[in-house]
């Protein structure tokens, strides 16, 4: 803080510090002259709420102790309204947020008051953290006052760091989103204090153009399973809805900058595959990725020689689909911004999945087909380039690649256009061009052209279309997909409704997708009943719902069913139990092989009821339990299933979990009894809020096969991290296959201009 020589002027910053320091001391009954104004409620002329930002004149310590000057004189807001439980009614306990801003940043700091402060609830301090799990402060801020992209900044009581991309209001959810920005949190008597720090560096905006802005503040007090907003978001939805937000002013004509990140990396590696070798391959590897603010607007991302080989490895999992596993997307270059390719519905509030999950029907652009071959098997990357923002009414997004070629694959260019015209709040119309080209041959390609439509009618209904046409040589029927739904999402009920087609000639060789030469029927709806009497009893909400969906071919047929009939039971710690009864029907053209030493089932149809029972503790407790059981029909036969899980965590730093996913089956006829399961081990450690040791250890008991993954993190300054990744894989009943193992040291530095 400056400090001036006159002695006045000493004083009065003095007397400023006291009072500062004792902020949860506030109250309206404090002496007038004592305290800074009490919280108020202003509104902007288009009736939402309104939060002023105060500029700060003496430099900002990001401490968490609210002991700058500008923070006595930054006007509160507060009138926090419950989410969770009460819909509406004022939250429990008082919170206050002020904002201010310089040259460089937006701060924001918060005064959240507790009545039990001895209660309150830290269980993770790593990066990313899981929020639900415990007390949170969260900020979604939306620069452009579009009403439908945002980025979010969330900490809890120990000053740990989660952040997210928000797209179209939560269609697309990227939690593994990085970006620059500081945070501190202090503990008080009787609560306890957020500072933040966010570069506006780290935002996108465009200079000038706006003079409001559009944010949101939540906060959940975790033991009452308690979620508040500033400006209100019902139940039915969450911070993502940014059409909901209030408006943040004051800001003067900022910029974000040059915005120009240059993140060289370091790379050493010795590796050995599973199979007969004994020697380690060791190589060493240099690459560079550059982020430049073409326009204030849009960014321009550049990669050289990527490489990924500190992702967590995927987990393994036990399919007895005739469909391939599905594996999200993991690394960083293609993750941010991947919120501007998307293509498809809009996301249902889902109380037990809570970030969106795709129609794995026909996911039309999934980046895990780029750079990594059929079996997960990473493929060099020449370099590639990605250009997201807006220019006016518009979101674009242009993301190329090239693939080098190897002994068994070609070498390919793949390119993805995204064009999206805003309309009115939560409505607008896009495009999409993908492009996979052979660089050995003109005649060798994949082309994808898309057209979608995304309409918000009286703010809860959503109207979601596409239509694709797809370009492969050689083939000339059937290369089309369609789809459309009707949603409405409310407190009580909620509604889905639509219909797809997926022509014969299909071919989106960037997509996943399950069937061709189909159309699919999907209903999803339910009720959430909350009566009075039930909350006393523990129990918050009934969910009675069902989820089917109906698959036939161009003529009609039936070729696949899944009918889900259930009633989720929510508790008011925050656990649930469902029971669901799920007729299912599926088609096969082929011989399918569920276990390695099982007869194959012949082509033909199969019918088939099973029963499923799923219960998750209060996962915020130290120690907490998921179980789901699943008895009746598997195939031509019968199943018993087990998926169980066991989370102990001992303190915020340590978390160590267990799971195992059983299934015992006859299907019917001699030769195919079988027992095949997956078993799984984490252990997570956090030694601040910047070094992390993660360990998955995990054993498939039908391919005999153990896999280890250890993963040692230090993020030395922001962006830039230091890795240590080891991994193994053992075919445990073959004595002659030598382990594969393999040692990653990855060392990267960002710097910024």
């Known amino acids: 803080m400056i400090r001036s020589s006159r002695i006045t002027l000493f004083a009065a910053l003095l007397v400023s510090h006291v009072v500062a320091s004792n902020a949860f001391a506030q109250s309206a009954d404090t002496p007038e002259g004592a ?77 959240l008051h507790e009545s039990e402060p001895g209660l309150g609830m830290v269980n993770e301090i790593r990066k990313d953290f899981r929020g639900t799990d415990q007390d949170t402060f969260e900020v ?42 500081f945070v501190r949190t202090r503990q008080g008597p009787d609560g306890w204090t957020v500072e933040m720090a966010v570069p506006f560096r780290s935002l996108r905006f465009e200079r000038g153009l706006q003079d409001v802005w559009g944010i949101n503040f939540s906060r959940r007090i975790r033991r009452k399973n308690e979620v508040d907003f500033w400006s209100p978001v019902p139940r039915a939805y969450n911070l993502a809805r940014v059409s909901l937000a209030g408006n943040l002013s004051g800001l003067p004509s900022v910029s974000p900058g040059r915005n120009l990140k240059v993140k060289p990396y370091l790379l050493g590696k010795t590796v050995r595959p599973t199979g007969l070798a004994t020697a380690f391959d060791q190589d060493a590897s ?19 020689n990527p490489d990924f080989a500190q992702v967590e490895a995927d987990e393994l999992t036990v399919n007895l689909t005739q469909f391939s596993t599905f594996y999200p997307e993991k690394r960083d270059f293609f993750i ?5 390719f998307y293509m498809g519905d809009a996301a249902r509030n889902n109380r037990v999945t809570t970030t969106p999950t795709p129609d794995e029907d026909l996911l039309l652009f999934h ?30 997004g242009l993301l190329s690649l090239q693939v080098r070629p190897t002994d068994t694959t070609p070498g390919n260019n793949y390119t993805v256009l995204r064009a999206r015209r805003n309309l009115r709040p939560g409505s607008d119309l896009g495009a999409i061009f993908m492009s996979r080209q052979s660089a050995e041959s003109g005649r060798d390609y994949n082309r994808v052209y898309g057209v979608d439509a995304n309409i918000r009618f009286l703010g809860t209904t959503d109207w979601n279309s596409y239509a694709i046409r797809t370009d492969t040589p050689g083939v000339k029927a059937g290369q089309y997909a369609w789809r459309t739904s009707l949603n409405r999402e409310s407190n009580f009920f909620h509604g889905k409704g639509g219909l797809m087609s997926i022509g014969e000639g299909f071919n989106d060789e960037m997509g996943y997708y399950r069937r061709v030469g189909a159309r699919k029927w999907f209903l999803d709806t339910g009720i959430r009943p909350r009566p009075a009497s039930w909350q006393r009893r523990g129990v918050r909400e009934v969910h009675p719902h069902v989820l089917w969906n ?16 259930g009633v989720t039971v929510f508790f008011n710690n925050g656990g649930y139990t469902e029971l669901s009864w799920n007729p299912e029907f599926n ?21 088939w009821d099973e029963w499923q029972l799923r219960f998750s503790s209060d996962s915020s407790r130290r120690l907490s339990f998921t179980f789901t059981g699943v008895a009746g029909g598997l195939w031509s036969g019968s199943q018993r299933t087990v998926t169980a899980g066991l989370t102990w965590r001992p303190t915020y730093r340590l978390r160590v979990s267990t799971s195992v996913n059983r299934t015992s089956a006859d299907l019917g006829v001699p ?17 601040s809020t910047n070094m992390f040791l993660d360990s998955l250890l995990q054993y498939d008991q039908d391919r005999h096969r153990f896999n280890a993954n250890l993963r040692f993190n230090f993020i030395h300054r922001p962006l830039s991290d230091l890795f240590v990744v080891f991994n193994e894989q053992q075919i445990t009943n073959s004595p002659t296959i030598a382990p594969g193992r393999g040692l990653v040291v990855k060392f990267t530095r960002m710097m910024a201009f």
Not at 92 to 104: C, K, N, Q
Not at 671 to 687: C, D, I, K, M, P
């Open 550 to 565: 109906y698959y036939t071919d161009m003529g009609g047929r039936l070729v696949g069913k899944r009918q889900h009939n």
């Open 671 to 687: 030769g195919t009894e079988f027992v095949t399961g997956v078993w799984t081990a984490r252990a997570n450690y956090s030694f």
């Open 336 to 340: 941010e911004n991947s919120g501007t």
């Open 35 to 111: 305290a800074a104004p009490a919280a108020v409620a202003t509104r902007s002329p288009d009736g939402r709420l309104l939060v002023v930002a105060t500029e700060a004149t003496t430099p900002m310590v990001v401490d968490g102790a609210l002991d700058e000057e500008v923070w006595q004189r930054a006007e509160p807001v507060g009138g926090f309204v419950q989410s969770e439980p009460q819909d509406g009614q004022p939250a429990t306990e008082r919170s206050e947020v002020r904002l201010a801003y310089d040259h460089g940043h937006l701060y924001i700091a918060a005064t």
């Open 140 to 181: 979604i801020v939306d620069p452009f006052a579009d009403r439908r992209n945002g980025f979010v900044f969330i900490t809890n009581r120990e000053g740990a760091r989660a952040d997210q991309q928000v797209a179209n209001e939560g269609r697309e959810i990227n939690t593994s989103w990085d970006a620059v920005w």
């Open 286 to 304: 240099v690459g560079l990725d550059v982020k430049w603010g073409v326009t204030s607007a849009l960014t321009l991302d550049l990669a050289a």
């Open 587 to 607: 088609e096969i053209t082929a011989p399918l092989r569920l276990a390695s030493n099982v007869r194959p089932l012949a082509p033909g149809g199969y019918a």
């Open 367 to 396: 980046s895990r087909r780029i750079g990594l071959g059929a079996n997960g098997t990473p493929l060099p990357i020449y370099g590639g380039a990605r250009l997201t923002g807006r220019a006016g009414d518009f979101e674009l």
